[in-house]
């Protein structure tokens, strides 16, 4: 089993893993470990998270469905401090989600404050009409060089997204351009549904995430019980294989199935690509696989 769930006894019907592709000759990370807010804490987070899950209940109208991240760590290592995803719940009138993160300053204060993480970005983003935020992560105690204060889901068509990243990640979208996979984006009739995540502080960052789901199912992966057989499911990654690692996905997949407990069946969430301009391989891959309970 996942090293840091049994650290920390964490995993609790649902978890989310997510692994790097990396080629056959290197050795296979562990993945890091996604999961709903524990109820109730159990003992390991509860000095880190009771302050937090109090403003999360104090502000229902703005937070909901948090999740949380634990990085992976060597077991000798104290656990490092999980990230905090939450869902933006759509504003009063609309079923759209977020344009502007201003009206949600006093809460994104009380919850950063409970994470001690410090007071928020003195500016907080606006999105131009047809795009919103519908998560946003906070990540304590992370350094990516400079302090990670906010990541953001960003929500819309693909060529509203596109079209709104080359204004504001000229150089990674330049990158995305340059391996091809902006075809992939843009193809019509679409062959994914993609979200595309960046962080915010005072600006948006150089990093960019490409989170890609089978069409229809954005932000769906947990609910639905698909695995790589599922058509669409191979149909994406079909899509993508030409700038995956040679047999990565299988190898993660036998991986994932070894390791999950004999009471919990695998499925398939989504794929994502991280473009890091400055980094030494500026494109990455990761995939994300589901372990659910059953019954």
Request: charged share 15%; with cysteine.
């Amino acid at each position: 089993m996942h090293p840091m769930s049994d650290a920390t006894g964490l995993l609790q019907g649902l978890g989310l893993f997510e692994y790097r592709l990396v080629p056959a000759d290197k050795p296979l990370p562990l993945p890091d470990l996604s999961l709903p807010l524990p109820q109730p804490l159990p003992a390991a987070l509860q000095a880190e998270l009771t302050a937090a899950e109090r403003c999360l209940q104090a502000w229902p109208q703005l937070f909901s469905n948090p999740w949380l991240e634990v990085d992976q760590a060597p077991l000798s290592a104290p656990p490092p401090r999980p990230a905090l995803f939450v869902r933006l719940v759509d504003p009063p009138g609309s079923s759209r989600p977020h344009r502007t993160l201003k009206t949600l300053h006093p809460a994104l204060s009380a919850l950063m404050a409970a994470l001690n993480m410090g007071p928020p970005p003195q500016s907080l983003p606006s999105l131009p009409a047809g795009l919103g935020v519908s998560h946003i992560g906070l990540f304590p105690g992370r350094a990516t060089p400079a302090p990670l204060q906010l990541r953001c889901n960003v929500v819309g068509t693909p060529q509203r997204q596109w079209a709104w990243l080359q204004q504001q990640c000229t150089t990674a979208v330049a990158l995305l351009q340059s391996y091809g996979l902006a075809g992939v984006l843009l193809a019509e009739p679409a062959v994914t549904a993609w979200s595309a995540t960046l962080d915010w502080a005072d600006g948006w960052g150089p990093r960019l995430g490409v989170e890609l789901y089978s069409p229809g199912r954005l932000q769906q992966g947990s609910g639905f019980d698909a695995t790589e057989d599922d058509v669409a499911v191979a149909a994406l990654i079909k899509q993508l294989d030409p700038w995956l690692p040679d047999g990565a996905i299988g190898r993660c997949r036998k991986w994932h199935l070894q390791q999950l407990p004999p009471t919990y069946r695998a499925g398939f969430s989504h794929l994502k690509v991280v473009v890091e301009p400055a980094a030494p391989a500026p494109l990455q891959f990761k995939l994300y696989l589901l372990g659910h309970a059953a019954g």
